[in-house]
């Protein structure tokens, strides 16, 4: 059955970095694009990040870029997001998703496959 499991977030002082990961079993991963979005409670989830199958074609929010590193690990199932300079307002539950579509905006429509989440929160 297929599983996403998010792990690394925690509480963090405005500024700091941390490294989200995903790990994903029951599919075939190379066959994946990967996105991770967040979701503030009462506030529409919004997407974060994604990684294409293949080559791996990156694109991000535009309120993450410069900050934020989305990469792919295919040998260990596992899709990392990297956060560095984080501020307050990228406080929320991080949610990694898949979906088995092609190209740099696979990540736009329906995923197939959601995690549970993990809470990254940015305060001093």
């Known amino acids: 059955q297929p599983q996403l499991v998010e792990s690394g977030g925690g509480l963090v002082q405005p500024g700091g970095s941390l490294t989200l990961s995903c790990a994903a079993s029951?599919?075939?991963?190379?066959?994946?694009?990967i996105g991770w979005f967040r979701q503030v409670p009462g506030k529409e989830r919004e997407g974060v990040s994604c990684?294409?199958?293949?080559?791996?074609?990156?694109n991000y929010a535009d309120s993450v870029k410069g900050r934020f590193t989305i990469s792919r690990d295919n040998a260990a199932n596992t899709v990392y997001l990297q956060m560095v300079s984080l501020k307050p307002e990228d406080t929320a539950v991080y949610y990694c998703?898949?979906?088995?579509?092609?190209?740099?905006?696979?990540?736009?429509?329906?995923?197939?496959?959601w995690g549970k989440g993990t809470l990254v929160t940015v305060s001093s």
């Open positions: 990684i294409s199958r293949g080559v791996g074609i990156r």
């Open positions: 998703a898949a979906v088995r579509r092609s190209g740099s905006a696979a990540c736009s429509g329906g995923m197939d496959y």
């Open positions: 029951g599919i075939t991963f190379d066959n994946y694009a």
